[in-house]
């Protein structure tokens, strides 16, 4: 929203500049996109007046002018316009000048003799026919304003004029009014607001507004409040000059001194109004209603919009004369021959707005602030100011009385003022005197121990807004830090987000890239990772307003954002690939509401194959203290079946790892080395050892035997290691895997396992002997339950 720093001046007596201006105010919570000072590029353009005019001796189309510009001597200026005359006054470019686009003017010859400068029209100035109505579209402007020669054409026509364009936050609807931001531009800088309530006079001779119109309201729950004021004998002509100007300055194209009111009105106090011709509000009422079935408008913009039920519309007892809240009907717009207006002044329902708006592809200056949620408490304030303005313009004749129906809470509101606890909040040892002298000019008061809050300021409910307030008028800038004062001023990260930031310190210390991901993606990505028809990981909860299809529902699983990423760097040539996301998933549950659990994945490729990953894996959950867990192959959606395994301990399944299934790869575009796991973060917390238990360092020497064990490829080697473990005894310390071989002399259907055994005991050096019991054991179990024999 750009607000005019000269409207602004009307409220505040501020002499920063706008870039000042828009840093303040930036720091104190309303935040500045930008300033600009308008018409900037426009530089030596003065008023003149036309002494003679003669033609040129040698070309018909070309006039030679004697122009008086304020500097002593008349220059001569050469020009083809067919509107000039002696004594107009018009806007002279002198040598050097630069117009609205940019273009330099340079004194020359036309035709053998000399031209000292340029006359303007409109278009060269940057303006239009709706800046200056009198103007000629293709002419040069004759200026009618007063003014005298050598005056800066910029001055004469209230071009000099600097705005800065806020971007306001949802929860601060009062700001959509310059007064809005002129009341906080006076707290900012510690200014008065010069604020008065709009004066008007009405003519006797023009009645009473309920002579004129009466108005309904059938639905106060879209309509809490409707005001209306009622103005004859209308002059429907061009605003004056500095009107156009300040509605030029905030984006605002003049049309005619009524609908101009409306507009400015909109501007000032935020509230949007609306105009209607009397004359076509046939039945002399007005009704707020919703729309009936089959019902249609035809807006200003000239489209036809068929109207649903539950769209409110403004009706003239016939049939809808304005949609409400986004724009007027066409059937009663205002016109040159309108005589008698009825200014509108409502509030409506945001969401309703927004709805309609939406479905009619109708967004309007107007929509746009109902969506926000105004306050109603503007409404008679904003039409006291249009009748103060129509007064002011001599544009019409004022009704008595004013049709206010109020069905809204427009009263001020009462909340606790407790300025220690906002001390404590902020780190402050402020008074309550300084905080109630800071928000004195949010027109915000104290009495007792109560802070009484305007009706605009809807976002001020306890002492924590109380508290925001204070340290943007303060200074976020000044606020030491210190930390929390109060009970639980002991602040730390919880438990999980321990044990989160451990896992992924580990993933990092084995070489891995955190990335992060959105966790919405489109349902057909259950497809590309093979996930089952019947798979309950498919009932994802869908987003109401999605951004597309591709980003439709909440994953449920983090896999096909991982192996988007992964396709991505291999797409970009990285020949190494190890990435991990400590992920979000989303299941439906009860109510409407989600369960999110945490994933964490792992992708790598280039970097090993199976057996790197598993040890990886096994790095990063010894890290976080989970021991005494299963590995067991398994059949997982988006991983080949040979390769891939489940990580369990007890009932827990703690996540799954392998290599990406052959169809997957080729529907991402992956490589064939691409591995995965999915660990599941909270069944892992639940499994981490909370304490690490002190385990002194061994006091006797350990013995290894290595065992090349021949088994059925249907064996586990996981299994096996369990069936080791409590078959070798009390001295069996460790097993590991080291080896799997199949090829020549192993027979077909069969694999060689190796494994590492380690022996020690904690009294006494274990000898051979004794080792080599334990181990014919180990073989004599090993082969009477599974078979498994030693390799020769």
Known sequence: MKISLNWLKDYVDITADAKTIADVLTATGTKAEGFEELSEGIKNIVVGTILSTDRHPDADRLTVCQVDVGAGEPIQIITAATNVFPGAVVPVCLDGAVLADGTKIKKGKLRGLPSNGMFCSIEELGLTVNDIPYAPEDGILIIKEECHNGQDIKEVLMMTDHTVDFELTFNRPDCLGLIGIARETAASFDLPLKLKAPEYKVSPDAGKVEDYISVDIRNTTLCPRYSAAVVRNVKIEPSPLWLRARLRAAGVRPINNIVDITNYVMLEYGQPMHAFDYNYITSKKIVVRNAAKGESITTLDGNEHALTEDMLCIADGEKPVALAGIMGGLNSEILDSTTTVVFESANFDRSNIRHTSRACALRTESSGRFEKGLPACNTVPALKRALELVCLLGCGEVAEGIIDICNADIGERRIPFEPERVNTLLGLSLSAEEMEKMLLPLEMRVEGNELIVPPFRSDMERTADVAE??????????????????????????????????????????????????????????????????????????????????????????????????????????????????????????????????????????????????????????????????????????????????????????????????????????????????????????????????????????????????????????????SIKKSGGKALESVKIFDVYKGAGVAEGKKSVAYSLVFRLPDKTMNDETADKAVANILKVLEAESGITLRS
């Open 469 to 722: 307030e204070i340290a943007r008028l303060y200074g976020f800038d000044k606020i030491p830090s210190t930390l929390y004062r109060g009970a639980a001023a002991d602040g730390g990260y919880s438990k999980a987000q321990i044990f989160r930031a451990d896992l992924k310190a580990a993933a990092v210390a084995y070489g891995f890239y955190e990335i992060a991901t959105y966790s919405f993606i489109s349902p057909k990505a259950y497809d590309r990772i093979g996930m089952a028809a019947d798979d309950p990981r498919r009932e994802s909860i869908k987003l109401i307003n999605p951004l597309g299809e591709d980003t439709s529902v909440m994953r449920t699983t983090a896999l096909p954002s991982m192996l988007d990423a992964v396709a991505y760097n291999r797409n970009r040539k990285a020949e190494e690939i190890a990435l991990f996301e400590c992920a979000t998933v989303y299941f439906p549950a009860e109510g409407g509401l989600s369960t999110e659990e945490k994933q964490l994945v792992l992708a790598m490729s280039g970097k090993g194959d199976f057996y790197d990953l598993k040890g990886y894996v096994e790095g990063i959950l010894d890290a976080v203290n989970v021991k005494e867990y299963k590995c067991s192959s398994a059949v997982e959606c988006g991983f080949h079946p040979g390769i891939c395994a489940t990580l369990t301990k007890g009932k827990k399944v703690l996540g799954v790892m392998g290599q990406i299934h052959p169809a997957v790869m080729g529907e991402y575009g992956l490589a064939k080395d691409t591995y995965a796991a999915i660990l599941n973060v909270n069944a892992l917390l639940e499994s981490a050892v909370s304490e690490k238990q002190f385990k002194r360092l061994p006091a006797f020497p350990a013995l290894t035997r290595d065992l090349a064990l021949v088994m059925d490829d249907a064996i586990e080697a996981g299994a096996v290691v369990e």
